[in-house]
């Protein structure tokens, strides 16, 4: 895994790209208690998601996992779905940005930010994520995300649908 230093306040976050399968059966783990933590996805979800992800993007402090960020693999039917729930008509085997949280201890470094660009700057094509937390909508804003479609019930809020790409998704915006 290629290493870079990143910018801001802490030089002492680093950040890297990686398949799944470049981590141990420990830093998967982390991963996973790191995603859970976020309130977003539960345990098992995140658990078989992130070793199916396309990409990775990790924060490490002194060796330390403390951030996490993943494309997912295509999952058509879940397209599919949240196609139909945010009324944004998008191929289906666009890949899902998702799985961005950071350890509680080390937020507000700008690490989801940090992981959401190592992830873009890796990715060509368009991308979709969903989101209740004003912090990853405003992660996603500063990516270059645009907000389509309509919100829906979720399991803790509204659900917002987001898009990048060079070109618009099909229907209601």
């Known amino acids: 895994m290629a290493e870079q230093a990143e910018r801001g306040a802490d030089k002492a976050y680093l950040a890297s790209s990686c398949e799944p399968g470049a981590l141990g059966e420990a ?26 992800a396309k990409l990775l993007s990790i924060a490490r402090r002194n060796g330390e996992i403390v951030g996490v960020g993943a494309i997912k693999q295509i999952r058509r039917s879940y397209a599919a779905k949240i196609a139909s729930r945010s009324g944004v008509g998008f191929p289906p085997e666009t890949p899902e940005l998702g799985y961005v949280a950071v350890d509680p201890k080390h937020q507000g470094n700008g690490l989801s930010h940090r992981l959401t660009e190592e992830l873009v700057a890796k990715h060509s094509g368009p991308l979709f994520a969903t989101t209740w937390s004003d912090r990853m909508v405003a992660t996603l804003k500063a990516a270059g995300f645009a907000q389509k479609g309509h919100e829906w019930p979720g399991q803790h809020a509204q659900l917002s649908f987001w898009w990048k790409d060079s070109g618009e998704p099909k229907g209601k915006t």
């Open 27 to 52: 830093e998967t783990a982390a991963c996973v208690v790191i995603v859970e933590a976020g309130g977003a996805v539960r345990r098992g979800s995140a658990a078989r998601g992130i070793p199916r």
